[in-house]
């Protein structure tokens, strides 16, 4: 069972917005400002998109954005594209002792 | 541009070892946090463990706690991972990743992922 909850799958048409949801706790997600959220494809390394919960690496469009609230956080999609079809997982860090980073359990986005 | 390698990825039996290598390249090594992470087959992603950049502060997920070991060779600019007693449920793809932001699991640059299968 992963350390963060996310829906199993989400769907939208194309030109769409969709939202995938990741809930942790307050020793992680709510504890701190290091959510991240990576898409990766079939059979390919991840890629991440979102970090610090609300920040985009340089060359991830602005269609990708992060927020929290509380101990849940999220990731929007905006304007669906085909190529944004796979899987999408949140982590957290979670403290400097112990279990450092956790994982949710990812989110198959299929669009329609 | 930065790049990371893996490599060292086997088939190896219950109990046995194996050493993961990461080349790194298009970075300062040495000043970076990097992590393990692993997948197996048909599942999702795992935080396993990391390093900061001067070696001396490491971190494990409880499932490897123990029987894996982190390091790195800022000299060859490569990070390692050593497992033993490995287990069927240690059968992954692990994937080496660069950290931007302390530690915090910030990871911006993965590698393509070496493969590991422990079965008798």
């Known amino acids: 069972q992963s350390a963060l909850t996310q829906p199993p799958s989400a769907s939208g048409s194309p030109g769409q917005s969709v939202t995938i949801s990741c809930t942790g706790t307050?020793?992680?997600?709510?504890?701190?400002?290091?959510v991240s959220w990576f898409h990766q494809h079939p059979g390919k390394a991840p890629k991440l998109l979102i970090y610090?919960?609300?920040k985009r690496p340089s060359g991830v469009p602005d269609r990708f954005s992060g927020s929290r609230s509380g101990s849940t956080a999220s990731l929007t999609v905006s304007g669906l594209q085909a190529d944004d079809e796979g899987d999408y997982y949140c982590?957290?860090?979670?403290?400097?002792?112990?279990?450092?980073?956790?994982f949710g359990g990812g989110t198959k986005l299929t669009v329609l | 541009e930065v790049q990371l390698v893996e490599s060292g990825g086997d088939l190896v039996q219950p109990g046995g070892s194996l050493r993961l290598s990461c080349a790194a390249s298009?970075?300062?090594?040495?000043?970076?946090?990097m992590h393990w992470v692993r997948q197996a087959p048909g599942k999702g992603l795992v935080w396993v463990s990391r390093?900061?950049?001067?070696?001396?502060?490491?971190g494990y997920d409880d499932s490897v706690e123990g029987r894996f070991t982190i390091s790195r060779d800022n000299a060859k600019n490569t990070l390692y991972l050593q497992m033993s007693s490995l287990r069927a449920d240690d059968t992954a793809v692990y994937y080496c990743?660069?950290?931007?932001?302390?530690?915090?699991?910030?990871?911006?640059?993965w590698g393509q992922g070496t493969v590991v299968t422990v079965s008798s």
């Open positions: 990743a660069r950290d931007v932001v302390l530690g915090s699991g910030s990871l911006e640059n």
């Open positions: 298009g970075f300062t090594f040495s000043i970076y946090w």
């Open positions: 390093i900061r950049g001067d070696g001396r502060d490491t």
């Open positions: 307050s020793r992680d997600v709510g504890g701190y400002n290091y």
């Open positions: 610090e919960v609300t």
């Open positions: 982590s957290s860090y979670a403290g400097s002792s112990g279990i450092n980073v956790v």
